[in-house]
């Protein structure tokens, strides 16, 4: 167990920018948001992965480095927030890894398309540099998504391991 604690403790710190950064991303996106219901969904999910890292990070320092008690609300907030990040770790992972393993001739015309659909865009546009930049953010978006579901596991393993700390007094 005291490697899972490492690994929680490191990907707790990791996934703090990228948190923040979507915590920004849900801000500027909550006003157009509440015109558009998908939208809102979104807006929500990003807050649930910022609601869950902060929540955790209260775990990580009480718990497990302090050995303080903890409120039971505290369990529950990382649960519920817990199960949304589980469920967009996994999406995230999942959608670039089917751009990841799309093949040369179907990537080629998903961006032709793409860029056929963007009318601002200059005749010249290079469509090998899109291809560059999706896959690049891609691997980004798989490394997010594998250390998201990676972190919410470990989370929920040292919650029964740490139970104690969550009793009422």
Not at 41 to 59: G, P, R, T, W
Not at 84 to 90: H, M, P, R
């Amino acid at each position: 167990m005291i490697r899972s604690t490492k690994l929680f403790r490191i990907l707790t710190y990791v996934l703090l920018p990228v948190t923040g950064f979507f915590g920004l991303m849900g801000l500027l996106m909550l006003l157009p948001a509440l015109a558009n219901p998908g939208l809102l969904l979104i807006v929500f999910m990003l807050a649930c992965m910022v609601i869950y890292n902060f929540s955790s990070i209260q775990f990580l320092q009480k718990a497990i480095d302090g050995g303080r008690r903890c409120k039971p609300s505290l369990r529950d907030w990382i649960k519920v927030n817990g199960y949304v990040s589980l469920a967009a770790g996994g999406m995230f992972f999942l959608n670039a890894a089917s751009i990841l393993f799309m093949g040369p001739v179907a990537l080629q015309d998903f961006v032709g398309q793409a860029l056929e659909r963007q009318p601002g865009l200059p005749a010249n546009m290079d469509p090998a540099f899109f291809i560059r930049l999706l896959k690049t953010v891609s691997v980004a978006i798989l490394l997010i998504g594998a250390a998201l579901v990676t972190h919410v596991i470990i989370c929920f393993r040292l919650l029964k391991q740490y139970k104690a700390y969550f009793d009422a007094e």
